[in-house]
């Protein structure tokens, strides 16, 4: 089974509705926005949660707030629907549910409407506004049918787009600089360079995401700027620089010397800090690496398989500008930034398969079939010699020159390792 | 069903997919959005569940819109014609529900496209299932779709039923059950339906000299099998070492068997040194802490009950009290846990309490105390039992530690 007769180009591509599975039967498949949605939620201090569905929503998501280590701080409670309801409406229901969590305390409730709820079409928006007046809780509806979208992403963005509701404004502004995407306490993963260089020129940071606390969202609005260091988190940045007049730069998608550091740029200019000059040396070796790889790279074609939290476009049009040509990328979002990606792509000639991968064990016959010269990101042939694999989930929360470095030492260093069967591998 | 302060009861679709889940060579198509089964299928994992392939089509907006379900036939045709899976279940996801997919007319129709595979649709959906009842109608359509007609066996033989993913242990007990049988009438075990079993053993369950249901959800499918192969069945779940007695006792009765009485008396006698001085220390604390001497267990009917009659009789607790985790297995001495409930018993600190890891998580109780879904923690088959011989010393330890806290 390796026809792909069913899949479209980038060209054809406006939606996750033009992005189809590259084999049919899902396993496992990627979990749903309800899951992330709540992930997000149970893990900022202070947000209370009501995951609205069946009791499959219900029952497998609890694991989420017992991992939590600031689920106390919040009430993570479920509404399950009976067949009556999934008829008639559950607009009693829910409202004797929202008053019950206001009674316990609530601060913020988030409504998480999983699929049954968004197909039966209960307008939970307008009961939140019917009801909002009488309660002290603040209530957020995130809508978040698994049928409407690819992947888990849209519970991340969406939350945090909503999140964005909670931001007060701010007269003053401070010299505060919001950290879109990163927590202060992930330890796992190296800090990026340029919060490094922020501290030690003192400004203070607001790091907004999981460990975050309530607080932090509703003070978002007094920041000088905003960094968004992931895709889930432009949408909130687009939303605080719309509403609340804070400019944002977004640095997850900027892996080309310039990019990043135009992006510096803006943020020195804006900060009225030197940033550039403390980048110096890492400019100079991500330069010279650059020119290094793109005489090395030049007409390597590769496919994109999972990257986690790296959106793939822009990542394509970097490999682009080293002369590299992907065959087939695999999306689980299609972000609106996307667009602008997607057409520069495209005027570079660029035209890949989009896909969904869903099925390690299936795609991988059919990846291998395409005969890349890598593959980028997790797939089911990671551990085999041919074609050779580039590892990037763990770049998730990393941004900068030093991320291109990184990345630029990996792919050279596996597609410059000696030919047939000595040494091809994943590093 | 309404609003859940802790993990609501699962459903009648999660109990056919985790009774289906445990039969290797099989695979379970779900039609319906993925996140339902990706879900699904981590939990089964974390349950230690090793058997069918867990596959989802997804669907999308268009496919509800315009009805379309070919996403279905070409999951099927990958598992069928490239996996080599000739056993699928269908069952449909609760969007599928609502839109009123028919899985029987898709697999009536899809049939002849397939010749060489069985599609089995499942229809234990609906909004107002237990999962009980899920587990109850699946295994009895197991039964009836594949069992065949079957001599009986020359040997000894015999099937267990009813050992499913959403029995907390259903793995190690259904190993002990098998072991202490196998000794004890030199029996071999033909199928444990569902844990840790095939098609093809299913398939030759009929030819088996009896059936052990270990729950009430079997006992539809075991009276089906009785009257089909006039197998005789025994439903009960043997815990404690004179329970565990009784039991093999009654089996030897029921069935007429010879059994091994030497292996019997050894293993009575290995349970009752082992668990001697624990028994000595416990029942002594219970006496002298009153307050303490209440055994309060929280899950399974079946399950519950046993442990309730070993607790009281072997180490004299003063009072056992029992909550179920199905409103349809209430009983006169068995209430059902409501978030009221479960908030109550983990407030009380008081007594030794056995549940759910939810349960013990919320009443800062230790995980060995568990006997009963959900939690959140992996688990295999190794672990050990609750019943038989080794879940006696094996709970007699549990409540024996148990005291450490107390003092």
Known sequence: MTDIKHLKCLSAVKSMKAVHPLTPAAFPGNHCPMHTALSL?????????????TSECGYYSRNIPIASPYAEYGLHWTYILDSKEVV?????????AIRAMNAAGAKIILLVATCVPELIGEDIESICYEIQPQIKARLLHIPLGNFKCGSYQPGYWKTLMKLGMVTEKADIKTETVNILGRSALEDHIPMPEIISVLKQQKVPLRFLSPDSSLEDFVSAGDAKISISLSPFMNPLAKYLTKEHDVPFISLHDAYSINKINEAY????????LKIVRYMKDLKTEADMLHKKAALHLNDTNYIMANTGALQPLPLSVYFSELGMSPIMIHMEEYYPSDVQWSETLLDKDKNPIICLMLNEHADKTIIKSLCPDVVIGDWGGRSEEKPST???MDFYGQVGYERTISLLN???????????GEGHGII | MGLYKTTPPFSGRMGALWCLSGIADSAVVEYGCMGHMAYGRTFLNRMGVLGGKLYSTHIGETDIAMGDTSRLTKVIRQVSETEGIKTIFLLPSSVPEIT???LNAIAQELSPQFPDSSLIPLSVGGFDMCGHKGTELTLLHLAKVLSKDIARTQSLTFNIIGSCADMYNFLPDAAEIERLVS???????????????HVSEIETMGGAHFNLVIRREGEAAAKYLKERYGTPYLMARPYGIDGTLDWLTQLEDEFKLQANKEFIRQEYKRTVEQIKVMQTVLSRFLRAHKDESKLTLAGHADVISGIARYGKSAFGFDKTIC???CTCMNSQDTRYTTDEIKLELAKDGKGFLMGSGELLRMGKRKPNLQIASPDNLWHHAYEPPLVGYRGAVHLATVWANEIMQRD
């Open chain 1, 41 to 53: 939620g149970a893990r900022i201090k202070g947000v209370s949660t009501l995951v609205i569905g």
């Open chain 1, 88 to 96: 008639f409406g559950f607009r009693e229901g829910i409202i004797d």
């Open chain 1, 265 to 272: 740029t803006v943020l020195e200019n804006h900060l009225e």
């Open chain 1, 390 to 392: 580039v590892q990037i």
């Open chain 1, 410 to 420: 990996r792919i050279t260093n596996i597609l410059s390792a000696p030919k047939e």
């Open chain 2, 100 to 102: 009123g997919i028919d």
């Open chain 2, 183 to 197: 000794n004890t009438f030199s029996a071999n075990l033909l199928c444990a339906m569902t844990s840790g079993t």
């Open chain 2, 323 to 325: 909550f179920s985790d």
